[in-house]
């Protein structure tokens, strides 16, 4: 079974300062990877995910993150945070094929001090 | 899209009794999930329904826990003799064909206190 790892549970930055939270998972086939994040009193919504193609994807609100396949990693990057941008961030994987849950990471609290 | 929604939003019961809750997912999606989440941790996968066939079923989902998708509409999560590690949030999720796989919308939650 797949399993996610997220290193940072909670990451503290200056506005425009660079982000970057890690993301690993295992499992040895083809992956579909996702960051959903969950702002303060909100749902939980997609920000970006990767099928294939392209390894560096671009979503919402100027997030980016980059498939590296060799090192099963999938980091989510910002050039500048914004106070904004205060919020839980959860890394998850689809198996393509299999049944179609999500499985998560344990998730990163970022707090943009302003 | 009016959003997923979740009811009750919070419920507080004592150790041994039942609990049922209830999602309704957007209106066109006709697939709908099932999750769990303890503080610091991300949410766990309980159950998936297509339409109202319930395809998938987690091992976290002990035999106190039933789920049921009647009209492939609403759906409601049962909770019998509930224990304190029962205590979590239940997120509930759906999604359609034609959005990608795993790219599903969320609701609020029921967030459950177990005495």
């Known amino acids: 079974a797949q399993s996610v790892s997220q290193h940072n549970h909670h990451v503290i930055l200056s506005e425009a300062a660079s982000l970057e939270l890690g993301c690993n998972y295992s499992y040895g086939g083809t992956v579909n990877l996702f960051w959903y994040v969950q702002y303060p009193g909100q749902h939980l919504q997609l920000l970006l995910k990767?099928?294939?193609?392209?390894?560096l994807v671009k979503g919402i609100k100027g997030f980016e993150a980059e498939f590296i396949k060799s090192k099963f990693s999938f980091n989510l990057r910002k050039p500048s945070v914004q106070w904004s941008d205060t919020a839980e961030y959860f890394c998850a994987v689809n198996v393509p094929g299999s049944a179609r849950q999500l499985t998560f990471g344990s998730g990163t609290q970022l707090t943009v001090l302003p | 899209d009016t959003g997923v929604s979740q009811d009750p939003r919070h419920k507080i019961t004592k150790r041994g009794q039942n609990v049922t809750f209830r999602c309704d997912p957007i209106?066109?999606?006709?697939?709908l999930y099932w999750y769990r989440q303890t503080l610091g941790q991300g949410p766990e996968f309980l159950t998936y329904?297509?339409?109202?066939?319930?395809?998938?079923k987690s091992r976290l989902l002990s035999d106190r826990f039933s789920a049921e998708r009647p009209k492939g509409s609403f759906s409601t999560l049962e909770i019998q003799r509930t224990e304190q590690g029962d205590s979590a949030m239940y997120l509930c999720?759906?999604?359609?064909?034609?959005?990608?796989?795993?790219?599903?919308?969320f609701g609020p939650g029921t967030r459950l206190t177990v005495l």
């Open positions: 999720a759906s999604s359609r064909p034609g959005l990608s796989l795993g790219e599903q919308f």
């Open positions: 209106s066109e999606h006709n697939r």
């Open positions: 990767y099928f294939s193609g392209d390894p």
């Open positions: 329904f297509q339409n109202e066939a319930q395809l998938e």
